[in-house]
């Protein structure tokens, strides 16, 4: 109860805080931390101003601050530790920024505190982060944390840092490099040379993915991937054609004769990162475990015609942001100062003051053109394993 009350006068605090003077009513707070030495309270403290203060930039440490810091950042808690290195971030002390650069560099750490590390630097906008990132695209450890910062800058040397690189990567590093280089029209123009070119299968580029290009509304970056992908929304009288195409090949005998773990296969990569099914997958949009997958037919409905009937709670809301990045997905929260947003890859935190336009559409975040890049095979293989009465083994 204690942790609770320490907790909400924090938040209250910083709620009602003058706008022209955003310190002031830290003080307070940050003298119960001086006074205190019990760790739960400490991390509840310290959770509450982290959440309070979220999406703010460069603010005045409050009174006392300095004493703070010194007093936490020895304890033996690593969250406690963690919190106090980035409210000490955004209260402009170099020193705690030398010591994440540190923690994020150092090999010798943890995975997860190195990643904590950089989320807290990525949070902060902290100075030499990009540079940082370029580095850690080389580090296994790092490497999708990193890809995934890349995004937050416009950086030059980014699709050519990411594309050199990527015949290395695993296919989870391939899907967040790709995300990446979909984020901003010179980006995406970058990948779609390396698929022209070669250099990147086409059948790479998830429906989702080209769905995101298309909403860089930029037209010659549309044209160049329709050119070399395909179109990512087919006209209502093509969606007859594909739906009658597809009910031939998802036959009940055709159905008996699909391959299963292919089947699991195609549904890690075009469907999981979304849905759950034999528990396994995302909580992102509705679990298909019970809903009526044994019926292709149903199916077929839902993929080749995804916007026909759009919850609002499952509508599309698309951010471009001052640094030209754009964003589309979910909003799962939003606060006065930042929204949460729901991508088919992560959840991002995103601070309304670098928000330049937000449009929510009556769409679905699960694109049209899903089967645009499967083969008739892949198609009947995936229906079947939808309809399946359990799991099986991924293919070797």
């Known amino acids: 109860m204690r942790c609770i009350a320490l907790f909400l006068v924090a938040v209250f605090c910083l709620v009602n805080a003058n706008a022209a003077d955003k310190a002031r009513p830290l003080d307070g707070v940050v003298a119960v931390l001086a006074k205190s030495d019990d760790v739960e309270t400490q991390r509840d403290i310290l959770r509450g101003l982290g959440d309070a203060l979220a999406g703010r930039r460069k603010m005045t440490p409050p009174v006392g601050w300095s004493a703070v810091h010194e007093k936490l950042i020895a304890s033996k808690d690593a969250e406690v ?70 995004a937050r800058y416009a950086e030059a040397s980014t699709p050519a840092d990411i594309l050199t690189r990527y015949a290395k990567f695993t296919a989870d590093e391939k899907t967040d490099a790709i995300a990446t280089l979909a984020s901003r029209p010179v980006y995406a123009l970058a990948l779609i040379e390396a698929m ?13 993915q080209a769905q995101q290009i ?38 009940p005998a055709d159905l008996k004769k699909a391959n299963l773990n292919n089947g699991r296969a195609v549904w890690a990569k075009n469907c999981a990162s979304c849905h759950v099914l034999f528990g396994e997958g995302s909580k992102i949009g509705p679990e298909l475990t019970g809903s009526q997958r044994a019926n292709p037919e149903y199916i077929l409905h839902k993929v080749l015609d995804p916007n026909a009937a759009v919850p609002k709670d499952n509508q599309v809301t698309q951010f471009e942001m001052l640094n030209g990045r754009v964003l589309s997905g979910l909003v799962k929260e939003e606060t006065g100062k930042v929204i949460v947003l729901q991508t088919p890859t992560e959840q991002i935190r995103i601070a309304k003051a670098d928000i330049e336009k ?3 559409k009556p769409i679905s975040l699960m694109p049209e053109g899903i089967f645009a890049t499967l083969s008739d095979t892949q198609v009947r293989d995936l229906l079947a394993y939808l309809a399946g009465k359990g799991q099986v083994a991924l293919p070797k």
């Open 81 to 150: 530790r963690s919190r106090t290195l980035a409210l000490s971030l955004l209260f402009g002390d170099k020193q705690a920024l030398t010591l994440v650069l540190r923690s994020a560099e150092d090999t010798s750490g943890t995975a997860s505190a190195r990643a904590s590390a950089l989320e807290t630097l990525l949070d902060a906008r902290a100075d030499g982060v990009p540079a940082l990132l370029r580095k850690l695209l080389d580090d296994k450890d790092l490497r999708r944390p990193a890809l995934r910062g890349l």
């Open 196 to 208: 022209e070119k070669k250099r990147i299968p086409t059948g790479d580029l998830s429906a989702f």
């Open 214 to 251: 298309t909403r860089l509304n930029n037209a010659p970056v549309t044209k160049r991937l329709t050119a070399v992908w395909g179109s990512i929304r087919p006209a209502a009288k093509d969606r007859l054609v594909l739906m009658e195409k597809y009910k031939k090949v998802a036959t």
């Open 358 to 360: 937000r449009e929510t």
